[in-house]
């Protein structure tokens, strides 16, 4: 087996790093133990391995199960203890000499007040019994200790092995699944993993999770000890786990760590006659096998063996929990698994009995299935061979419950769910046709039904007889998600097709699927507009729109959130009563009928007046007027129109070419107001062409109105002329030409040399690259002038 030939691999390097721990790996005698709880006809009887606590009044029948040629006489002896500073009484003390065969079997009742419960094997010498007698009552305390530090490691070996055997079970497969099931029995079992295995090619993971030098299982340094003394190797298969006394199911511990040292305490006895080494009960069938690390002595000082048994104390059921809570789970289905967590001895040792899950018939019967443990896939399998679903309402819960030992615990409930394939169906369609299946996309389909958690599968069927894969979700509350591929679908009638889960034939849903149609919101005209917008989708199948006479034809449509826009157009101002209702006519003749909605007339303004100032620091290129720089701040007026009347939080837009800005209006009065901006700052530095304006009162906004033109224009520090004339500057190759010289494509220069009859009248002409039609100039200064 892979754990052996780890262990065997490991042992070297175990005697050497480690050689004051030996691990727990000679095979010793076996104890075969049954258990008897309770009196008369209530009496049950069971085997070691399924009791994790001993009661006063319980009937123990021990017996050491030694090989017919044994040739060393045993004593065996079984003692209860009653705590660390109370020694037990000596009629607590029972010897059985097991070379008789009288003397084989111990039949013994758990007396009232004992707490510990620990057998030795002692090598018959005459005096014997009454030495260990005497050992235990002169220091009670370390058996104490003995007994729960013994019992523990049982209790983790036994989860250890438990982990171990899964994996190896894993590896004889091929080790393909690996990577899935270890983190599950890991979670199972409460162990720590590395995940550096589960990266290793498929072929080394087992042997990383059961050994070696790139053990799976972690230490954290308080339980190394432990791992030691369990499996020989120092920190290889160290593991990080919880503590989990005999009632047990975990809790850290702060003396898990010391295990080890039960050799240390007991070795405090060591006389002429006699030393004490500690033997590990694991569970072997119905018995104990104890597995020593040391090698017993039948020279003086003779070994004797000390093994613990359960503790003597109340029942402590183990507290397992819905690893999912609130989850929904399909009871039909074949294999099905109840995530739970919390109790990882159930599936480490046979503690958990009768293990059930109790759901209530429609008759009121309750109805146990049995559960079987499954640390593989990290909960219970329920067992549903003879589950009969016609018997079981839709929507129920079940109780897990069963016996810890002797006693009865319930655990935690669960959601089923009991698929009824007939009563599945699509919700009824909306009167305004929202609920319609629409060809061309995706559609998703809220589903309603009983067993949502059952669906296996679904499947579309076209009306050409196709089939299409359907992927759906579960919605809280019941009921799933489907998403229905209609991609490259014809209209027409099709039918959904849902496989649950323990059911034969699938239940069908019919659907039919349509053309997507045009929407119709609304048509709305401001006074005085011959343009209006018409609302809704699909609006590319207008034709044209009638109102009151009045004939609109469409124009430009955009796309927004939600659905188109379309310009309609009349030939004339027409002229029309709010509360009017229209017809759009369609593509196909098809009409349907539109709500109009007569707006306010929208904002008018003129322009009044503008003022150009130029930047401070530079020279200044004289523009015509009309003509703005970038560099430039751009300060108008304009006066409200016949029907405007300017209001605080009125604006402006302008705008040239793409780029618009927003620009607050100051008020002088209700008919004239004022904006000011720098073009170059709120337009962006490169824009240049036309501006433009228009004023917003709310959502209305008037026609667009002419505010000049914008270009671009370079920094100018120097304009001279001598001999020759000289022009400085940054961004020169915003000119085409300055004077009669062409100032060169993607020019990078800041100087440009011109000859004397260039600046005429002090003035020096120059060409715009955004505008060349501008008269643009600058004024020139005489060197040394």
């Known amino acids: 087996m892979i754990l052996r030939a780890g262990m065997v691999a490991a042992s070297a390097l175990a005697t050497a790093v480690a050689a004051q721990v030996a691990p727990y790996d000679l095979a010793g005698p076996r104890l075969n133990v049954t258990v008897t709880h309770g009196d008369g006809q209530g009496a049950t009887t069971l085997p070691i391995a399924a009791v994790p606590n001993l009661t006063a009044g319980d009937r123990l029948t021990i017996t050491a199960d030694l090989p017919q040629d044994q040739s060393a006489h045993y004593l065996l002896v079984v003692a209860f203890l009653r705590g660390a500073t109370n020694p037990p009484p000596k009629k607590w003390f029972f010897e059985g000499e097991t070379w008789k065969a009288k003397g084989r079997t111990l039949r013994i009742t758990v007396p009232d007040g004992a707490q ?10 005459g005096g014997d019994f009454g030495t260990v007698v005497d050992a235990v009552r002169g220091r009670p305390g370390a058996f104490v200790r003995a007994s729960q530090d013994l019992n523990q490691a049982s209790l983790d070996r036994a989860r250890l092995d438990a982990y171990v055997a899964g994996i190896n079970a894993r590896d004889t497969e091929g080790g393909v699944r690996l990577e899935q099931v270890s983190p599950l029995l890991a979670r199972s079992l409460s162990i720590r993993l590395k995940d550096d295995c589960l990266t290793k090619p498929a072929e080394l993971q087992a042997g990383c999770l059961t050994g070696g030098s790139d053990a799976l299982v972690l230490s954290d340094g308080h339980s190394s000890s432990i791992a030691e003394a369990l499996t020989g190797t120092p ?51 119905d018995g104990l096998k104890l597995l ?72 009121g019967r309750e109805v146990d299935l049995p559960l079987v443990p499954d640390a593989e896939q990290g909960g219970v399998r329920v067992r549903t061979d003879a589950l009969k679903p016609d018997r079981f309402d839709a929507e129920l819960t079940g109780r897990l ?142 034709k044209g729109l009638s109102v009151d006479g009045k004939t609109f034809r469409p124009g430009a449509l955009v796309r927004v959130a939600g659905g188109d826009r379309l310009t309609m157009t009349a030939d004339a101002v027409p002229a029309l009563a709010d509360g009017k209702s229209g017809r759009v006519t369609l593509a196909d003749g098809r009409t349907a009928a539109v709500k109009v909605t007569l707006a306010p007339a929208r904002p008018a303004a003129t322009l009044i007046a503008r003022t150009v100032t130029p930047p401070d620091g530079a020279l200044t290129v004289a523009l015509p007027d009309g003509v703005v720089s970038q560099r430039d701040r751009l300060t108008f007026s304009v006066r409200a129109g016949e029907a405007t009347r300017f209001a605080p ?3 402006v837009e302008v705008a040239a070419g793409d780029a618009t800005a927003t620009v607050p209006l100051r008020l002088q ?27 917003v009162q709310g959502d209305a906004a008037g026609d667009w109105q002419p505010l000049g033109t914008l270009v671009r224009v370079p920094v100018l520090r120097a304009a001279a002329c001598a001999d020759r004339c000289t022009l400085s500057g940054r961004d020169l190759f915003l000119l085409s030409a300055a004077g009669p010289v062409t100032v060169p494509e993607g020019f990078t220069g800041e100087t440009l040399t011109l000859p004397t009859e260039a600046a005429k009248d002090a003035r020096l002409a120059l060409t715009l690259r955004d505008d060349p039609a501008v008269a643009a100039s600058v004024a020139v200064t005489a060197k040394g002038g």
Request: proline share 10%; charged share 15%; with cysteine.
């Open 116 to 125: 510990q419960a620990i057998a030795f094997l002692a090598p018959a010498t």
């Open 235 to 285: 920190t290889d298969l160290a593991y990080q786990l919880s503590a989990t006394p005999q009632g047990g199911y975990g809790y850290y511990s702060p003396y898990i760590g010391v295990v080890r040292d039960v050799a240390r305490i007991l070795g405090a006895f060591r006389t002429a006659n006699y030393q004490y080494i500690p033997a590990l009960a694991t569970h072997d069938g």
């Open 292 to 363: 020593l690390n040391a090698v017993p002595s039948f020279g003086k000082p003779k070994s004797v063996l000390v093994a613990a048994l359960p503790a003597v104390a109340p029942p402590s059921p183990p507290p397992l929990r819905a690893t999912h809570p609130g989850v929904a789970y399909c009871l039909t289905r074949p294999g099905l698994v109840l995530p739970v967590e919390g109790a990882p001895l159930i599936h480490a040792t046979a503690y958990a009995r009768d293990l059930a899950l109790r759901v209530t018939a429609k008759d």
């Open 401 to 542: 419950h069963g016996r810890w030992g002797f006693e009865p615990f319930e655990g935690p409930r669960f959601a089923l769910q009991n698929p009824q394939g007939s009563n599945w169906r699509a919700p009824d369609k909306a009167g305004d046709g929202s609920g319609e299946l629409v060809v061309g996309r995706d559609n998703p389909l809220p589903l309603a039904g009983a067993g949502g958690a059952c669906v296996d599968a679904m499947t579309l069927k076209l009306a050409n007889g196709t089939t299409r894969p359907v992927a759906w979700e579960a919605k809280k509350g019941g009921g799933v998600i489907a998403t229905l591929p209609l991609a490259g679908v014809a209209p027409g009638d099709m039918s959904l097709r849902v496989q649950l889960a323990g059911m034969t034939e699938p239940a069908t849903i019919p659907l039919t699927a349509y053309a997507e149609a045009g929407r119709i919101d609304g048509f709305t005209l401001h006074a005085g507009d011959r343009d209006g917008v018409l609302t809704g989708a699909r609006l590319d199948m207008v």
């Open 649 to 651: 939080g009125d604006r």
């Open 669 to 695: 009065d209700a008919g004239v107001a004022i904006a000011s901006l720098a073009p170059g700052e709120a337009l962006g530095a490169g824009t240049a062409g036309p501006l433009r304006f228009r004023v």
